[in-house]
Structures are given as structure tokens and as C-alpha cells.
């Protein structure tokens, strides 16, 4: 195992770095303030400027699209090259999306590059491509424990020369965000096949097709995260070709895997960098608090978490590169065990950091003024998103003892 940065992957480590420096950190209060004046106005879910100013100098700058390996549409970076990129796109929240870095569309566009057909790739890939709309994943369903996936209960039935499709689905990320144009639907195509795992198919739904409702936007402990945020979508006979769906029928698991793998792991590289920025933070504020007549820094209890804090972050990130150069040497499939251990341990780890970083601040750590709040919901929606801790960590026992089983 080698986790040593090739000279491309450090020049794109400082170009990135600086970037966050001179545009992204300073435009976050602004991009709240954006939404807070769009909100005031009676409508917070439409595209702030300041985002756009960002994508167009990050594109102008060529960095864009780093995320998409083996590919001739990006930087062509590896699982592994990418991870420290990613990582310091991570320690913003409005990071990922100015480089065209972020989640759902990352994995999305993957899923187009991999199991699209020549016609979907040259309708959507490039306006997704190009930053010039988002997309939505409907998978998650209010109805059924989505946590296992084989209960998706949604509908997808052939009719001549098109698929109708009935179901409501939630946690449809982006999908009130007026620049979501496609969403990738997950349901049922043949619900009697014997394989639990071959009854579902992926199809390409785009959002202005009837039938499709945004019915609300479903907030996360209060955060809408307006404008992309995760809504609630009612699909109620929506017509859409046959040449719409993806890969064939009785495909949908084949893809989820392919897709959900890179996806988990980008979301845990992400939480390193968020973890990172958080621990900044607690060692700024226990430098320059004084309390009980000392610095908070120089108190044991603060000290001992702080210690903590670096170990975990610290341990967390090598777990991600692992994985990550388990994916580029082995393929996705022999590192499914890799990248369940890391969706498990990043977002526990940047949950823990997060609270403990809420308590050195005390009564402003509970606030919105530090981003502490936000961050902390979003790393523990992560406990659950693309498979909650229980599920992941059954998979990895079933990996473990399977070894013992074959001796």
C-alpha cells in the first residue's frame, strides 16, 4: 500500500487549498445571507449568485469535475488522488458543489458514464458536466424500511413503448432545487422474481414530466439546507420511454452497488475535512477563552479532547485511504468491506468531534453562528444515509466470519 501524493495530486492539493482560501471561506456568510434575503422575499429555494460566481472561477481556474476517475470528462484522478481534494472541499459546506463536486450529482453522473446508454450520456451528462443543472436520486421511501432496500414498494410497468411509474419517495436530494432537471428513480420492475435482488430496475425521470410532485422539502433537525436541501416526491402514473431506463430490467441493485460505493466514500472524505475544520475551531477557542482564571487550552479536560479529537480524525483518514486504494487496485466489489468499515467510522467520528467542539463552545456552539450545528446534523443524517451503521456493520461481520466458515 502506498499512500504517497504524486506531484499532480500535491499541485492540485495547493490549488485547491488556496481557492477555499481566497473564495469559497469568504463567501459563506454571504451565501447565507443570500438565502436569509431569499427566504425574506417568501422563496429560499432558487440559485444564489455567490455560487455561481464561485463555479464559474473554479472552472475558469481548471478545477473542475476532479471527482470522476478513468474518465476523459475530469482530472481522470483516481479513488485515491481524489480523497485529499475531496477532503479539503469537505471543510465548507458550499465546497463540493463549487468545484461540480457534490452529492447527488457526483454519483449520478458516474451512473450515466457507467451503465448510460449513448443517448442518455449525450442528453444529460453535459448540461451535469457543465454545472448548468443538478439532478435528484429517488431511492429512500417513507412507506417501507428502506434500510434494506429489497422492500422498495414503488412501481416501474411497462406499457407499450413506455414505463409508467407509481411510488413516493423522500430523502430525494436536490429535488426542489429548480436546477434538478433528472432524477434517477429506483423501483420495481418484476416484484415476483424469485431474486429479491433482481426485481428492481434505475430509470432517468425528468422533473418536469407529469405526474411528478415535489409534495414538501423535509428538514434535517430544523436545516432545510435550502436551495438544494431533500424533498418529499410523489410519482402517480408518470409516463416516460422505454429507452429511459437504465442498463435493463431487474438491474437496479447491480447499479445501486456501482454507484453507492464511490458515493459512501466521498461522503466520508468530505466528513474529514468537516472534522478538520472543526477541530481548527476548538483549538482557536480554547487558545483565546479564559475561564476559572486560565486559557481553555490549558485545562486537562480540553486538552485530553482536543488529543482525542486528532486521533480519531487521524485514524479516520487512513481508514479512507485504504479504502480508497482498495477501489483503485481491487475494484469496488473486493473493497465493499473497506468501504463499510469507513462509512461507519467517519460520520461517528466527525459526530463525536462536532460535540465535543459544541461543548468547548458552550452557549455559542448551540448556535448558528459557528456552523457547528449544521455540520453536526449533517454528519449524523450520515449515520444513516446510503445504509445506516447497523446494516454496514452486519455486512462486515458477515465478511469476517465468512473467512472462518471457508477453513
Same mark, same amino acid.
Given at each position: 500500500?502506498?499512500?504517497?501524493?504524486?506531484?499532480?495530486?500535491?499541485?492540485?492539493?495547493?490549488?485547491?487549498?488556496?481557492? !477555499?482560501?481566497?473564495?469559497? @471561506?469568504?463567501?459563506?456568510?454571504?451565501?447565507?445571507?443570500?438565502?436569509?434575503?431569499?427566504?425574506?422575499?417568501?422563496?429560499?429555494?432558487?440559485? $444564489?449568485?455567490?455560487?455561481?460566481?464561485? =463555479?464559474?472561477?473554479?472552472?475558469?481556474?481548471?478545477?473542475?469535475?476532479?471527482?470522476?476517475?478513468?474518465?476523459?470528462?475530469?482530472?481522470?484522478?483516481?479513488?485515491?488522488? @481524489?480523497?485529499?481534494?475531496?477532503?479539503? !472541499?469537505? #471543510?465548507?459546506?458550499?465546497?463540493?458543489?463549487?468545484?461540480?463536486?457534490?452529492?447527488?450529482?457526483?454519483?449520478?453522473? /458516474?451512473?450515466?458514464?457507467?451503465?448510460?446508454?449513448?443517448?442518455?450520456?449525450?442528453?444529460?451528462?453535459?448540461?451535469?458536466?457543465?454545472?448548468?443543472?443538478?439532478?435528484?436520486?429517488?431511492?429512500?421511501?417513507?412507506?417501507?424500511?428502506?434500510?434494506?432496500? $429489497?422492500? *422498495?414498494?414503488?412501481? *416501474?410497468?411497462?406499457?407499450?413503448?413506455?414505463?409508467?411509474?407509481?411510488?413516493? &419517495?423522500?430523502?430525494?436530494?436536490?429535488?426542489?432545487?429548480?436546477?434538478?432537471?433528472?432524477?434517477?428513480?429506483?423501483? =420495481?420492475?418484476?416484484?415476483?422474481?424469485?431474486?429479491?435482488?433482481? %426485481? %428492481?430496475?434505475?430509470?432517468?425521470?425528468?422533473?418536469? $414530466?407529469?405526474?411528478?410532485?415535489?409534495?414538501?422539502?423535509?428538514?434535517?433537525?430544523?436545516?432545510?439546507?435550502?436551495?438544494?436541501?431533500?424533498? /418529499?416526491?410523489?410519482?402517480?402514473?408518470?409516463?416516460?420511454?422505454?429507452?429511459?431506463?437504465?442498463?435493463?430490467?431487474?438491474?437496479?441493485?447491480?447499479?445501486? %452497488?456501482? #454507484?453507492?460505493?464511490?458515493? #459512501?466514500?466521498?461522503?466520508? !472524505?468530505?466528513? *474529514?475535512?468537516?472534522?478538520?475544520?472543526?477541530?481548527?475551531?476548538?483549538? &482557536? #477557542?480554547?487558545?483565546?477563552?479564559?475561564?476559572?482564571?486560565?486559557?481553555?487550552?490549558?485545562?486537562?479536560?480540553?486538552?485530553?479532547?482536543?488529543?482525542?479529537?486528532?486521533?480519531?480524525?487521524?485514524?479516520?483518514?487512513?481508514?479512507?485511504?485504504?479504502?480508497?486504494?482498495? !477501489?483503485?487496485?481491487?475494484?469496488? =466489489?473486493?473493497?465493499?468491506?473497506?468501504?463499510?468499515?469507513?462509512?461507519?467510522?467517519?460520520?461517528?467520528?466527525?459526530?463525536?468531534?462536532?460535540?465535543?467542539?459544541?461543548?468547548?463552545?458552550?452557549?455559542?456552539?448551540?448556535?448558528?453562528?459557528?456552523?457547528?450545528?449544521?455540520? @453536526?446534523?449533517?454528519?449524523?443524517?450520515?449515520?444513516?444515509?446510503?445504509?445506516?451503521?447497523?446494516?454496514?456493520?452486519?455486512?462486515?461481520?458477515?465478511?469476517?466470519?465468512?473467512? @472462518?466458515?471457508?477453513?
Amino acid at each position: 500500500m502506498d499512500f504517497a501524493y504524486s506531484d499532480t495530486v500535491k499541485d492540485l492539493q495547493r490549488r485547491v487549498s488556496a481557492f !477555499m482560501e481566497e473564495h469559497v @471561506y469568504p463567501a459563506e456568510e454571504r451565501f447565507h445571507a443570500e438565502i436569509a434575503e431569499n427566504r425574506r422575499n417568501g422563496n429560499a429555494w432558487q440559485p $444564489t449568485q455567490v455560487m455561481e460566481e464561485l =463555479k464559474a472561477k473554479a472552472k475558469a481556474d481548471g478545477l473542475w469535475n476532479l471527482w470522476l476517475p478513468e474518465s476523459n470528462h475530469g482530472a481522470g484522478l483516481t479513488n485515491l488522488e @481524489y480523497a485529499p481534494l475531496c477532503e479539503i !472541499m469537505g #471543510r465548507s459546506h458550499i465546497g463540493p458543489e463549487a468545484f461540480n463536486c457534490s452529492a447527488p450529482d457526483t454519483g449520478n453522473m /458516474e451512473v450515466l458514464v457507467r451503465y448510460g446508454n449513448e443517448a442518455q450520456k449525450a442528453e444529460w451528462l453535459p448540461p451535469l458536466l457543465d454545472g448548468r443543472i443538478r439532478s435528484g436520486f429517488a431511492m429512500t421511501e417513507p412507506a417501507v424500511a428502506s434500510s434494506d432496500a $429489497t422492500n *422498495i414498494a414503488a412501481s *416501474i410497468v411497462r406499457d407499450g413503448d413506455h414505463y409508467v411509474i407509481n411510488g413516493r &419517495k423522500w430523502w430525494t436530494s436536490g429535488a426542489g432545487d429548480p436546477r434538478c432537471k433528472i432524477l434517477i428513480f429506483m423501483g =420495481k420492475t418484476d416484484p415476483q422474481n424469485a431474486s429479491r435482488h433482481r %426485481q %428492481q430496475s434505475m430509470i432517468l425521470v425528468p422533473m418536469e $414530466t407529469p405526474g411528478v410532485r415535489v409534495v414538501r422539502n423535509v428538514p434535517v433537525f430544523g436545516y432545510d439546507d435550502a436551495p438544494h436541501g431533500h424533498s /418529499e416526491v410523489d410519482f402517480v402514473d408518470v409516463r416516460v420511454p422505454v429507452s429511459n431506463l437504465l442498463l435493463g430490467e431487474g438491474r437496479g441493485f447491480e447499479i445501486a %452497488q456501482g #454507484r453507492l460505493g464511490p458515493g #459512501r466514500i466521498h461522503h466520508c !472524505m468530505r466528513l *474529514i475535512g468537516a472534522a478538520e475544520r472543526t477541530l481548527e475551531k476548538m483549538c &482557536k #477557542r480554547a487558545l483565546s477563552r479564559i475561564a476559572f482564571g486560565r486559557p481553555l487550552a490549558e485545562q486537562g479536560v480540553w486538552r485530553e479532547r482536543i488529543a482525542d479529537a486528532r486521533l480519531k480524525i487521524d485514524q479516520a483518514r487512513f481508514l479512507v485511504l485504504h479504502a480508497a486504494w482498495k !477501489m483503485d487496485v481491487a475494484g469496488n =466489489k473486493a473493497a465493499q468491506k473497506e468501504i463499510a468499515m469507513i462509512k461507519v467510522v467517519a460520520p461517528t467520528i466527525a459526530c463525536e468531534v462536532l460535540d465535543q467542539a459544541i461543548q468547548l463552545f458552550g452557549g455559542a456552539g448551540v448556535s448558528d453562528d459557528f456552523g457547528l450545528g449544521w455540520a @453536526y446534523a449533517n454528519s449524523r443524517t450520515l449515520r444513516i444515509a446510503d445504509g445506516p451503521d447497523e446494516v454496514h456493520r452486519n455486512h462486515i461481520a458477515k465478511l469476517e466470519l465468512s473467512r @472462518y466458515l471457508k477453513t
